[in-house]
């Protein structure tokens, strides 16, 4: 009897070949994490079911392999953001977070809290002239959201200029942050080396 198609929202983080005739996706969706889709690579244009890195939208799959993979069958798009790879330091710093998420574990009960964060900093880096601000924000929320301690043992360390960069940042919009590109990319840096040195967190560099 023929598996029964699964029917989840999802958002594309990661994209790999897997085998001559299948591409894989990483996908995380609120409803069943971090799941891989296989995609039959298909020699025909079909811009129907084309799907590509930070689009999101609602999968159909067939639940058949014990590896936790599941196949592509359809997906309705519901946001393509293009805009990102327009900007070379935009989209850098977008497949830096997103490869943060994907290899890291994800706990199931913050799965959906996860996707929200994904989607909201995705849809920063389509607009903001601060992208490694809207990188500050989303590392620094992954890493809370994780239950580190992140303002007692990070921020609290920081030396003056980094605290209060930090501080704007962190607590200002990003369409009005007023801020040193190289003052916020110092701080970035700490953070980084603070999740190398503290948590379990595996950094994307």
């Known amino acids: 009897m023929p598996s029964q198609p699964i029917v989840f929202t999802g958002i594309i983080l990661g994209q790999e070949k897997r085998s001559e005739k299948f591409n894989g996706y990483t996908v995380l969706s609120p409803e069943i994490g971090k799941r891989l889709v296989l995609k039959r690579i298909s020699s025909k ?5 084309h ?3 930070f689009d999101d939208g ?4 067939e639940d058949k392999n014990e590896s936790g993979a599941c196949f592509f ?3 309705d ?10 900007d070379y330091e935009a989209f850098k710093l977008a497949m830096r977070f997103a490869k943060l998420i994907v290899r890291n574990p994800i706990h199931e009960e913050n799965a959906k ?5 994904a989607i909201r900093s995705l849809d920063a880096w389509q607009d903001t002239n601060f992208p490694e601000a809207a990188y500050l924000k989303s590392v620094y929320l992954y890493c809370r959201d994780e239950g580190y301690p992140i303002n007692a043992e990070w921020y609290s360390q920081l030396a003056s200029p980094d605290a209060a ?11 009005e942050i ?19 040195q503290s948590t379990h967190i595996e950094v994307a560099w």
């Open 178 to 196: 007023d801020a040193d590109k190289h003052r916020i990319a110092h701080c970035i840096e700490r953070l980084e080396h603070y999740l190398q």
């Open 58 to 61: 609602e999968f159909t799959a």
């Open 77 to 86: 798009l519901r946001s393509r953001r293009t805009k990102i790879a327009e």
């Open 51 to 53: 799907i590509d890195f």
């Open 165 to 175: 960069t930090a501080k704007h940042v962190l607590n200002t919009s990003l369409s």
């Open 45 to 49: 244009s079909n811009t129907i079911n």
């Open 73 to 75: 069958k359809d997906f």
């Open 113 to 117: 809290s996860l996707y929200q964060l």
